[in-house]
C-alpha cells in the first residue's frame, strides 16, 4: 500500500488567496484526520470523519476553514481566504476504527508545508 | 495543561545510552501509543500498549504503563545516532472522545555519534 498521500507537499501562497490540500486515506480505512503542527501550537487536531461524516471540527480555527470527505478515498481542507497565521504544516491521517469504537494506529501522511504571505 | 504531557521536552545523549521519556496524562485511557517524527516528517505509529496491560517491547523499545500513576514511559536502549526524532505519546479515551487520540507536545531526542 502507498500509504496516505497529501498534495500538495508545499504551498506558498499570498494572504487572501484560497488554498486547498487533499488527501488520500489508506484504503479499507474508515477514519480520516486532520492535523495543524506548528512551533507554538504543537500538533492540534483540526476535523476527523467516520466513514465519511465529520464527527468533531471542534479544532477547525474559524469559519475560514472547511473540510470534506464526499467518499471513503478522498478529503480536502480548505482555507479561504487564506492568513498568515495559517502558515503550518497540515498533515492527514487515517486508521481503522474497530466496531464499538476505540482508537487504533494512526497512520500519517507527508504533510503539506503552508505559507501565506 | 493537556492530556498526554511528555517530559523531558529535550533529552541529549550519547549513542549507545539508553533514553528514558515519560508521558502523564489525566483522564481515563483504552490505550496509549507513542508515535516518532523525523524532521520534516509525518507521525510513525511506533507502540501501542492497552490499559489492561503494565509492559511491552518492540525491538530496542520497551514501554511501560501505570495507569494507578496516570503515566507511561518509552525507553530506548542501546540508542543509534538515526533515533534523533520527536516522541509523542498519545492518548485514546475510549468513547468520552469518539475515535480520537489526543497527542501531547513531544519529547525531543538527539542522539549524538
Known amino acids: 500500500d502507498a500509504g496516505v498521500i497529501q498534495s500538495p507537499r508545499h504551498e506558498v501562497t499570498e494572504m487572501g488567496q484560497e488554498v486547498t490540500l487533499r488527501c488520500k486515506p489508506i484504503s479499507g480505512h474508515n477514519s480520516l484526520f486532520w492535523y495543524r503542527q506548528t512551533m507554538m501550537r504543537g500538533l492540534e487536531l483540526l476535523i476527523y470523519?467516520?466513514?465519511?461524516?465529520?464527527?468533531?471540527d471542534s479544532g477547525m480555527p474559524e469559519d475560514r476553514f472547511s473540510a470534506k470527505m464526499p467518499n471513503a478515498s478522498f478529503s480536502t481542507l480548505k482555507i479561504q481566504p487564506s492568513e498568515p497565521r495559517d502558515s503550518a504544516v497540515y498533515f492527514c491521517a487515517s486508521s481503522l476504527v474497530p466496531f464499538g469504537g476505540g482508537q487504533e494506529t494512526q497512520y500519517f501522511g507527508p504533510g503539506t508545508r503552508l505559507l501565506v504571505l | 495543561s493537556q492530556q498526554g504531557e511528555e517530559d523531558p521536552q529535550a533529552l541529549s545523549i550519547q549513542e549507545g545510552e539508553n533514553a528514558t521519556m515519560n508521558c502523564s496524562y489525566k483522564?481515563?485511557?483504552?490505550?496509549l501509543q507513542w508515535y516518532r517524527q523525523n524532521s520534516g516528517r509525518g507521525l510513525v505509529h511506533l507502540i501501542l500498549i492497552r490499559s489492561n496491560e503494565r509492559e511491552k517491547h518492540s525491538g530496542r523499545l520497551r514501554v511501560t504503563l501505570d495507569t494507578s500513576k496516570k503515566s507511561s514511559s518509552l525507553l530506548i536502549t542501546a540508542s543509534r545516532a538515526a533515533d534523533t526524532a520527536s516522541y509523542f505519546c498519545a492518548t485514546d479515551a475510549g468513547s468520552t472522545s469518539g475515535s480520537r487520540l489526543t497527542f501531547g507536545e513531544g519529547t525531543q531526542l538527539t542522539v549524538n555519534p
Open positions: 483522564t481515563s485511557i483504552n490505550n
Open positions: 470523519f467516520n466513514n465519511n461524516v465529520p464527527i468533531d
